[in-house]
Each structure stands twice: as C-alpha cells, then as structure tokens.
C-alpha cells in the first residue's frame, strides 16, 4: 500500500459534531496565535466553576439534531462512553476531588486518547493538587487536541496562564 | 481412710485447678494464634475494573470466562439474587454484585446485556427497564497476602461450603465431630487397639480439634507429652468456639497437596488445584476425593495415582452412607463417577508475573507483617482479559514454532523455548498485562522486568528519531559501506540481513524495511553520542556505548524500558512512567497511596507524529507487513527486532490504544531460527485478534507545525504533478519541507501520459 493512501484524520468526528451544534466555524488560527495570547500580561482567572459554560453535562456533550443542519456524524461508542466518564471527570473536579478526578480521566483517555478535553481537565486536577509540571504537559496537550474550538482554545490558554502565574 | 479420701479429693481439686489454669494459659494462646491467623485480613490484590458498553466489540468467551472468575453462578431463571447469571448465545442477564472501589459506590443491580455479533448492542436496567450507558464491572480478586511468602489462597467461610463437602471431611476425619468436645474416646480407644495389634503407631485418632490444635501450636513428633498438650489445647478450643467456627478454620488451614514448590493450602484453593473450580460447585463425588487427601495428600493425589485416590474416594462416600449424609442412589452414582482432575496445567497463580512485579513496589511501602495484617485492598491496572489473551497468545506462538521446528523442543522444561509479552496503555502507562515467561512454575524470572537482551533492529527507531530535526522521511541515507566502522578500535562491517540492491534508500523506507547499512550510515552522519543521549532521554537505563552497532540495536534493554520507550511515540512524544499500582485503600475506604499517570516530554508531538508515521510504513510495505495476513485490518504503527544468529525476535506494535511488546527466544541464547516477523510477529497478532475491545480503528490526529506533501518515489523530492509516474505523501516538519523538486522526472513528460492525453483530446465531444 503507498503512503498516498494513508488516510489521516485530523479531527475526530466528535470534535466535528461539536462544532456544528454549536454552529463554531473552525479556526484559522494557528499556534503563533497561541503563543502571542501567553506573552500577554498575566491576568488572574476565576476559579474553574466560574469560567465554565454554564451548560457542561453530558446532555450538551451530544450531537444534537438541527433542523436544515446536516446530520453530524455520529461519534464512535468508544468515544460516547469516554464522554461519559470526561464528564464523570469534571464533576469530581468540581466537587474538589482532583484524585478521583484523574483516575476517571485516565480511564477515559484509555476509551480515547484523542478527546482534548480530558487533558485539559487534567491540567485542571493537577493544578488543584499543585503539581505544575504535570498541570503544565497536560494543558499543552488539551491546546493540541483542542486546536480549532475557538471556545476551547481559549479556556486552554486561559489555564495556561493560570499554571504560569501560580509557577512564578 | 477418710483421711485418704480427703487426701484424694484434695489431690483431684489440685490437679483440676492446675488444668484450669495450664487450659487459661492455653486459651490465652490460642486466642492470640487465632487472632492472628483467622481475624488478621490479609490485603488483597485486585485487577482494575472492566467498562461495558453499548457498541462495545467484545471476545464473548473471554468476557464469559472473566464473570465467572468474578464469582457469579449460572441459573436457568431470571437472576434473583446478587451473583447470579443467566448466560444465553445473544444475551446475559446478570445480578451485579455490590461494586466498592476507591470513589465508587454502587449497589448490585440485574441488568441484561445483549449481544449482536461480536459487539454489545445494549445494556439495560432489568428492574427499570433504562438503558445504561455504561457499565462498571467490579475488579476481580488476584492475591491475597497471606502467610510470610504471600500465597494465593482462596478463603472460604463456612457459609460458602456445601454441606455435602462438611459432612465428605467430617466422614474422612472425625465422624462424630459435631457430638464430641474435642476428644473422642471411641476413636482413641480404636486407635489404641490398632497400634497395640502391630505394635506401633498406625492410628492417631485424632479429631478435627486435635489435628488443628497439632497443626497450630505444636511440633509434628509423635510422643506422650505432646499428645496430652493436644488434648488440652483441643478442649479448651471447644470451650471457646463454636463447632462451625473450629471447622472454617480447619478447612481453610488445612495441608492438601503440593504443585512444585507451591503448598495447597484450603478446601477452597485445593477446589481449583484438583477440579479447576469453586468449592461451592464440588459433586459429592469430588467432595469425597478431596476429603480423602487429607490423610495423606501426596500419596492419594489424582495426580500421583489415581487408582489409590479411587479407592479412598470411595472409602469416604461409603462412610458418608453409613452416617446417611448421601442417599444410596448418591452413593451408586458417586461411586460410578470417574474423577476428572483438572490438570495441573489448569491451576496457576493469576498473572503471578504482574503480581511479582507489583510486589516489589509494594514492598518499598509496606512491610510484609502488615500486607499480611491490615486488609488492605490494592487496586492495580492490570485488565484480566487482555493478560489472559496474552498468555493465551504466548503459548500459542510458542507451541506452534516447536511444532514447525523440532530442533526448538527442548527436554528440559527450564530450557525450553521461552516469551514475554507486555501490553501497555501508551498515554497513560497503564500496565494493562504482563507475561514474564512461559510457565511461572518452571521459572519465575521475569524476562520482561529484570531480562536483559539485545534489541537488535527493534532499537532503530531511537536511531532515527535523534536524526528529525534536520532529516525526514524523504531523506536519501547511502546504503553503500563506508571505508571503516570502528568498534571498540576494532574494524566492524555492517551487513544487510537480505540483499539491497539501490545505492540510496528513502529514510522511511530503510526503518521500513529494517535495512542495516543505511542506518549504521544515519547514526555516523547524526553523531552516536547524540543518539546515547536521546536513548538515555526515552529511560533506558542498560549500559549504552557510542559504538556504530548501537544504530543496530547491539547492546542489551531492558523489554520493559524497550516498551516503554515506544510508548513515546503513540503518545505525543511523553513519556509515561509505567503504573501498575493504581491505590491501595484500608479497611475503612481510607486511601493510603494513590498513583497517577505520570508523564515527561521526550520528543516534540510533531516528532512523534512523523515517528509514529514511519512505524506505520512498516506494517504497511515492511517487515511488519505479516499483521494484515493474520487479519488485522486497523491502522498499527510496529517495529520487527531480530539479533545475531537469531538469539531474538521481538516485536512492538502500537495504536492509539495500546502497545504490546512481543519477545521470543531461549534464556541461554540458544537460537530461535526465527525473526520478529515469523516468531513474534504473530503471537501479537493473536493477542490483538483476541481483545476487539482494545483497538478503536482510529490514527493518530496531525499536530500543527507538520505539512503534507507529495514527493516522487523514485527521487523523493517534491513530486511533478503529470511529471512523476508514483507519487507518495510524505510529512514534514514545516520548518524541513523540501524546495527542491523531482530531478528525474524533470523537463519531460512520461510516453504514457502523452498518450493519455493525445486520448483524452480525441475523446472530448
């Protein structure tokens, strides 16, 4: 088989489906931008609660139809049951439990490696334990997965900022 | 002779008050020897838990064989109770039991799972009728800390006995247990008499008290001291527990046979040792087998001599019908019964490599005495469908290669043909399986954790990473020998291991085709000081010299570390530290250790993008192309490894999801007459094939900072569009893209395509 015929995705359908819910055009952005936003002076952020949107659960998480929309595609089981336990994550984190937190997450990388939001809830938990290092590769990995969510994208950054602040 | 009488009752009062007091002692002892053993838990080792969902491609027998190791038995009606299963060929209906696990609480619930295909097609709740989207399956228990080796054993309690298997160990032991108080002066008198008629002991007469008090707190010679100390021992016992309580401990201590340097200790353990199954499940039949080991386990073995094990089976249902504890109609069938012993091959310690190697890291956290004490529970990453796919998978590929070549069976089992396989979770570092070696029984070396091998062309990959910054994929290397390669001040010649007839070959071709020259040639041109340095960044901790024969792997590892590595470039380019410890947790739910993915950047996401790509052509056009004729269709990036006169044959194959390394050969270095793809190659094959579940079909995601371009094959420069008659896509780093464009096919136009297109004018209307 030659090389030409390698097929690579570059979003996951989740991701895709995501964007057309919440009718988000992807970025053209790219990873300068990034790095321009980080050298910006440091601005303290809220606590997590407070920055998230206000709708996180699971229900939002789905593909939901939209009239004249076309049909998304419809995200893999595998992927449907990391949602689940993504979402399991981010409660526990807001319930002040980073340890659990992370164990749930890790579960839910194993089932897909590719959902960003699991790394960027991480870097949450991390932070909440104050291990920066961690916090640090786990933000920098949710900003590579979570590359053209214009919404994503800049809570990741935003946590960046955090895990820089709290550093120096 | 009043007097006397006084002095006699006096006496008797004197000899009663020192016996109160020598038995007050003895309670005191007792007391402390039971606590100890009996109301001390041992902590507990458990895998992780299992997901189930909707959508899920499932191995439905591996799933079968895991619930009932989980303890649930099946019954012909809609489950009742907690534990119990109705198993048809397209659904399960499945009575949960309670799931408590760090942070997670959940009732036993009956659910019904169904199944189309190889998939599950829903899960449900059957008292709600609701769907549930996903289901925790509790984590199986894999070891108890008991004893100061730990040991597995499986406890029973009394409750969990049949009392068909009491009444088969009451009849071969003491039939009038429940009606004497520790001595019974019918069996001492009986005994007596035999050993009088042949003039030595042939009879203890013993009772189950007795031969626990014996077997707790006293020394196994036979003389009159000791027999009235176990007397003692044995009434105080009865005065101070229950009938059923002396029993449970009796027949969860009890000695029942021997499997190399492993002891059968238990009702419980010696249930699967000889039958391959719960107690619980015992016939009358196999009862009465196992309560005849009693008296001497290794001489009326099924494994040493049936005919003998026959007979004192049959001795034992006899006494069982004697006593009407089985109908005469139990008795004629029992005594029909043939007795099926499992085999040794089907007793073995779970994952007991796994558990080795846990151990070890539990020991720099906790001393043996309170492993054995505190009950903790120790929850791990171990997944027991893939660890036993893995072994599964193993033997398999090992018999088979014995098979094909009779120069590899070996006489000796501890010279035999031997494997390792490690499966890891590449993001995490889960350590989801871990065979050390073919037959732990045999040897409990772990080739996977302490073997130390050559890793031959499985090392290149470390190789040509180091080179990325200013090589790619498309870079020509010169597979033409230089003047000289020294090692070591000596002259050292590379060679092929199969004829390469072009001068230069493309990067990505010469790792996909594991081509020696061009690659001892890239580790000169990138400086092998640079590539220790890199290797040392991706932990290997083995010796590393910078000598030319390090690009082919000529040097020893670590598989774990050679696994782990790998690891890096299925996982952005971090490298995870391995875990197979998760939590441990005290009796009151408290946790003592929690451990989390652990991760440090090696490689940039952009490298290990390109690595992962490179790994990837190698299944697709090279050495690891083998996979797709065992039917493995999915995207897997792989690297082969095979070692001067065929001493190893390895293999590392990798998804998204997860990475198994595969290690052939003999300890002593003997060879194999195999290479990865022929020896190891396929025992991956079959683990994947075995576990649907772990592989989801998907690639790795392009990071930014890499572009695609197309480039001609033949120059692997830029490709001409109409100009260059095969053209790939190749992945560059943006800063690394090529300008230059294809040379070959420069300035003319292939005669086919001319005539293409003298076609297509001719056609339009």
């Known amino acids: 088989m030659s090389l030409k015929n390698h097929k690579v995705t570059d979003l996951s359908p989740f991701i895709l489906g995501l964007l057309l819910i919440g009718g988000c055009a992807v970025s053209g952005g790219s990873g300068q931008t990034v790095l321009e936003d980080q050298s910006a002076v440091p601005v303290e952020e809220p606590a997590l609660t407070e920055t998230e949107p206000e709708d996180m659960s699971w229900e939002s998480l789905k593909p939901k139809e939209q009239e004249g929309a076309e049909e998304p595609e419809q995200p893999s089981p595998r992927i449907l049951a990391s949602l689940r336990l993504t979402d399991q994550g981010r409660e526990l984190i807001e319930a002040g439990r980073p340890d659990d937190a992370i164990r749930i997450l890790e579960r839910a990388i194993n089932l897909d490696s590719n959902n960003g939001r699991n790394y960027y809830y991480l870097a949450e938990a991390w932070i909440m334990k104050g291990v920066l290092r961690q916090a640090s590769e786990f933000n920098n990995l949710a900003g590579q997965y979570l590359k053209g969510d214009p919404e994503w994208e800049e809570r990741v950054i935003k946590q960046r900022r955090r895990i820089l602040n709290k550093t120096l | ?765």
């Not at chain 2, 994947?688 to 695609?708: D, R």
């Open chain 2, 1 to 765: 002779m009043i007097r006397l009488f006084k002095l006699t009752i006096l006496a008797l009062l004197v000899l009663c008050a020192v016996g109160f007091i020598y038995c007050l002692k003895l309670a005191g002892d007792i007391q402390d020897r039971f606590s100890g053993r009996r109301w001390s838990m041992p902590s507990i080792v458990y895998s992780d838990s299992t997901l189930l969902y909707p959508g899920q491609r499932v191995n439905r027998n591996i799933l079968d064989e895991k619930i009932n190791r989980l303890g649930y038995f099946k019954v012909d009606h809609r489950p009742k109770t907690k534990g119990q299963i109705l198993s048809k060929r397209d659904f399960i209906e499945i009575f949960l039991h309670d799931l408590d696990i760090p942070s997670q609480n959940r009732q036993g619930l009956p659910v019904r799972i169904i199944f189309t295909d190889d998939q599950i097609h829903s899960v449900e709740n059957l008292n709600t009728g609701e769907p549930i989207p996903i289901l925790e399956l509790e984590p199986e228990e894999m070891m108890r800390f008991f004893g100061p080796e730990r040991e597995q054993r499986d406890l029973v309690s009394i409750d969990q006995i049949p009392l068909h298997v009491v009444n088969a160990v009451i009849a071969a032991e003491d039939v009038r247990f429940y009606k004497h108080h520790g001595l019974d002066p019918r069996a001492i008198i009986r005994a007596f008499l035999v050993n009088l008629r042949h003039g030595s002991i042939r009879q203890g007469g013993s009772t189950i008290s007795q031969q626990l008090a014996k077997n707790y707190f006293l020394t196994p010679e036979r003389n009159l001291p000791r027999k009235i100390k176990e007397m003692f021992i044995s009434i105080t016992m009865e005065f101070m527990y229950s009938k059923d309580e002396i029993l449970e401990i009796y027949l969860n201590e009890i000695y029942l046979g021997q499997k190399e340097s492993i002891a059968i200790n238990g009702i419980g353990e010696a249930s699967h040792f000889y039958f391959n199954k719960d107690v619980k499940d015992l016939t009358v039949s196999e009862a009465a087998t196992i309560a005849g080991l009693i008296r001497a386990p290794n001489l009326y073995s099924p494994y040493v001599n049936i005919k003998r094990c026959l007979d004192r089976r049959d001795v034992v249902l006899q006494i069982m019908q004697d006593n009407g504890w089985i109908s005469s109609e139990e008795l004629i069938n029992s005594l029909k019964s043939a007795i099926k012993a499992s085999g040794y091959r089907y007793y073995r310690r779970k994952a007991p490599y796994f558990l080795d190697y846990l151990s070890v890291q539990l020991s720099e956290l906790y001393s043996p005495e309170s492993l054995e004490s505190l009950g903790l529970s120790i929850h791990t990453t171990l997944d027991t469908q893939v660890q036993i796919a893995a072994e599964l998978a193993l033997e398999k590929g090992l018999s088979r290669m014995e098979q094909n070549n009779p120069d590899l069976i070996k006489d000796e089992p501890e010279k035999r043909l031997q494997g390792a396989v490690l499966v890891m979770q590449p993001k995490t570092g889960y350590i989801l399986a871990m065979v050390g070696g073919r037959d732990y029984a045999v040897s409990q070396f772990n080739r996977i954790s302490s073997a130390m091998r050559q890793p031959g062309s499985a090392f290149k990959p470390f190789i040509y990473v180091t080179g990325l910054d200013s090589y790619h994929g498309a870079s020509m290397l010169s597979n033409e020998l230089q003047e000289m390669y020294n090692l070591d001040g000596t002259e050292w010649r590379p060679k092929n291991f199969s004829p390469v007839a072009e001068k230069y070959i493309s990067l990505r071709e010469a790792l996909a085709r594991s081509v020696n020259i061009p690659t001892v040639n890239f580790a000169l041109e990138i400086g092998l000081d640079r590539i220790v340095e890199k290797a040392r960044s991706f932990g290997f901790s083995t010796p590393m010299d910078p000598y030319p024969s390090i690009a082919l792997g000529a040097f020893e590892v670590i598989p774990l570390e050679l696994a782990r590595g790998y690891c890096v470039f299925a996982a952005d380019g971090l490298l995870p530290y391995p875990l197979s410890l998760k939590e441990v947790v005290d009796e009151e739910d408290r946790t003592l250790e929690q451990k989390h993915m652990n991760i440090k950047r090696v490689i940039s996401p952009q490298k290990a993008y390109m690595m992962s790509s490179f790994l990837r052509s190698v299944v697709e056009e090279g050495t690891g192309q083998g996979i797709r004729g065992w039917g493995i269709s999915a995207p897997v990036g792989a690297k082969t490894g095979t070692t001067n006169e065929f001493r190893d044959a390895w293999f590392v194959g990798f998804t998204p999801d997860i990475l198994a390394l595969v290690w052939v050969g003999f300890d002593d270095g003997s060879p194999i007459y195999g290479t990865g793809s022929s020896a190891a190659l396929p025992i991956w094959a079959e683990l994947i094939n075995l576990l649907p579940q772990v592989v989801s079909g998907q690639w790795f995601n392009m990071p930014e900072g890499l572009v695609k371009r197309s480039v001609c094959r033949e120059s692997r420069q830029l490709a001409l569009e109409n100009r260059c008659p095969d053209i790939l896509e190749e992945v560059f780093l943006e800063k690394n893209v090529p300008d230059e464009t294809c040379t070959i096919h420069k300035g003319f136009l292939p005669l086919k395509d001319i005539i293409k297109g003298v076609k297509d004018v001719f056609k339009k209307p």
